[in-house]
């Protein structure tokens, strides 16, 4: 089935620091990935949608200056959440999927914690 | 995309028993995607309906799709300690993107 590596899957920072996340795609073209927010016992909240080649569409509510995202191959999406706070501290989790209403293949998401 | 509304919020049985969650939806889909999640993990697809569909099998799994009441069922028949997970329904619609709701959080007591 379709793989998608998600990491680092753990990292803990200090206040203030730029954390990047990535997400590949190992055995498909993903034409389409998204980035999720999910909070304890919370569901997943939808952050960000990334085509391949353009610029990401944020949901509302999201600050796109906060929470970089760059698509540059069919392979590859990265978060980057920057000049991260306390309250930025979350489970991250990508998904991505190929051309046509397929179903989303998620990674196995990042904890972020800052101090 | 529409948000999906999962039914129960929780469910406990015991191992061997059948789990049945619901989805109910509010307006027309092209298909349905059900999920699960481990605890600390992403998310995993486990079967998709499309809306001219009513019924679907995969293993253990039995899903179905009434459009006329807008409402999905997931069956899990002979549940097993390791089906313990979030379990989320997802409609789908020409846009790609899919909005969870709160999931039914499914307990198997071995």
């Known amino acids: 089935g379709a793989v998608v590596s998600q990491h680092p899957s753990w990292v803990i920072c200090k206040s203030g620091t730029s954390v990047k996340i990535e997400c590949r795609s190992l055995?498909?073209?993903?034409?389409?990935m998204f980035w999720y927010r999910q909070f304890p016992k919370q569901s997943l909240m939808l952050m960000a949608t990334?085509?391949?080649?353009?610029?990401?569409?944020?949901e509302q509510g999201v600050e796109k200056d906060k929470f970089l995202i760059n698509h540059a191959s069919l392979t590859l999406s990265t978060l980057t959440v920057t000049s991260a706070h306390p309250e930025d501290s979350s489970f991250y989790i990508c998904?991505?999927?190929?051309?046509?209403?397929?179903?989303?293949?998620f990674g196995d998401g990042t904890r972020l914690s800052i101090l | 995309s529409q948000q999906g509304e999962e039914d129960p919020q929780a469910l406990s049985i015991q191992e061997g028993e059948n789990a049945t969650m619901n989805c109910s939806y509010k307006?027309?889909?092209?298909?349905l995607q059900w999920y699960r999640q481990n605890s600390g993990r992403g998310l995993v697809h486990l079967i998709l309906?499309?809306?001219?569909?009513r019924e679907k099998h995969s293993g253990r799994l039995r899903v179905t799709l009434d459009t006329s009441k807008k409402s999905s069922s997931l069956l899990i028949t002979a549940s097993r300690a390791a089906d313990t997970a979030s379990y989320f329904c997802a409609p789908g619609d020409s846009s790609y993107k899919l909005i969870f709701g709160s999931g039914t959080r499914l307990l198997v007591r071995p």
């Open positions: 055995d498909f073209q993903a034409t389409t």
């Open positions: 990334s085509n391949e080649g353009s610029k990401a569409t944020y």
């Open positions: 307006t027309s889909i092209n298909n």
């Open positions: 998904s991505a999927t190929g051309p046509g209403n397929q179903p989303q293949h």
């Open positions: 309906i499309r809306s001219n569909e």
